[in-house]
């Protein structure tokens, strides 16, 4: 039998533990006496302060070994007349601020407040501007809690503010500002103002100096490529810039080309395809005047666009005019309808029975023609009868001409259409072009076209009811003609009527003067 005993070189689990113990503060200690740098240690006493303001007990701060000084550290209390006002710069900090020397001028306010401003040299002042002015006074005037900054300079303002709530004091971090005194080893704590806070500023421009160019207005009589080079060379590349250089460069004036003179104008003046509007720019680039192209352009196809009017009428009624419409044939034919029915003495009195069993009538052309009042022998009333027969014809070849391409002659489509061929023919003169399709021979109809005869329709129906020119609706026009009541509002703007809507969706227009149109949109690139 053998002792079960331990033997010396086995050890317990016990001893296995406590040597490793060892063996890990002994690695502690080595470690921070080889670095050499920790070399204080900071013992806290907590006790209740005996003066106000400051701790009574300061915190210690001492080590036992030897050229190690003790520090005494100091935390006031908030006191809101002397904490200081801590703000950060988040934008960026201000470049009057940044170099030069200062000097803070501070100035109390009536309203509790106070007001700090810095002036620097001379020197920094001319390069970085003046330096901003801070305004520190209460949220508001009927309340002690809360606190706001402001703070301006030449281009720029700062705003912060506080709400000065209750749970302030529970915040987990505050900002204390640390003064160290070399003499008597002191180290003072003092928190910001209103119990650690911290205003970060919210910093916008007040104002963007404008171009002196931009200020005086210089740019409403440039033309759009000298626009569109003073942008270029105020914002664009140096690729752009050099781009307008080069086309600017490529321009050639025709005075300096040799023996070309008035003799290269004139030749041109006498082209026969040469628009009109062309004509007038040449003759203002002659007499070196400056005028705006698009507009001229736009003042040219929409008198293509619109019937025939007169910009200088002094009476809504004469700005537009059914007979130029109609045409001499075709209004000769209209006036012959009208004597028939109304100047006869046995149709007198029946001339609207007489005038309605001649034709077909729409539902919006049978309410104007009912509404005509006083003899149908009046020179206005006559007037007004054959603009009604003229709209209801229109009408009547708008809904069966709604293809893009009417196969046939002239005669052949006012007899599907139910008008007379002098009247049809005007129709097909004005708004359809001679063609072609597949061996066919008749006219076509574009969208340009189209939108033509749709305005012609809307401003016939304005003539139709009379001489004050105003429609108390145009619904029940747009249902005869299957058209948008919005799409026809626009064309009306654009003929230089005004329109209006009501709470129950009807449309209304009107025509005064002067004639104004809209301004033209330029679409964009």
Known sequence: MTDETPSKHHKTKEEIRNSRKKKKKKRGRDSLSSTGKIDKKIKSEEKVPKKEGVNANPIAISDSKEGVETVTVNVKKCAPEYDPIVVSFPSGTPSALVGGTQQRNDTNNDDNGKTVSFAQDDDNDAQNGVPPTFTWMKLKKSSSRGKTVNGEDRTCSYTASNGGRSNMDSRLTKFYIGIYDKETKSLVLQPSAEKGTVYALCQKVKDYDSSPLLASGATSGMTVA?????????????????????????????????GSGDVMMNAMEKQTNISQSNKKAMDAARRGEQEDLVE????????????????????????????EIAGGD????????????????????????????????VKSTKNV???VVGSPRSASNRYQIKTIQLLNFLIAFHNKCFKLFL???????????????????????????PSEERGREGFSITKQLKDKRTIHLLILYLLAHGKLMKVGSINTLCQDIKLEVTEAA??????GCKCKKSTTGMISTSLTVPLTFPKPKLLKK
């Open 369 to 371: 023609l009912n509404s």
């Open 226 to 258: 000298e626009r569109k080079r003073f942008l270029v060379e105020s914002f664009g590349s140096s690729r752009k810039k050099k781009a307008v250089k080069s086309q600017q460069a490529n321009i050639v004036n025709i005075s300096n080309v040799v």
């Open 490 to 495: 626009r064309l009306l703007v654009q003929a």
């Open 330 to 361: 075709a209004w000769d034919q209209l006036s012959r309808i009208t004597d028939a029915c109304v100047m006869k003495p046995k149709n007198h009195e029946f001339w609207l029975d007489s005038l309605m069993g001649r034709h077909q009538w």
């Open 296 to 323: 001229i352009a736009y003042n040219e196809a929409r008198r293509k666009f619109l019937p025939s009017f007169n910009e200088d009428a002094t009476a809504c009624f004469d700005v537009y005019d059914a007979r």
């Open 407 to 433: 196969a046939g002659t002239e005669e052949q489509i006012a007899k599907s259409a139910g008008i007379p061929s002098t009247i049809c023919s005007r129709f097909l003169t004005m708004f359809a072009v």
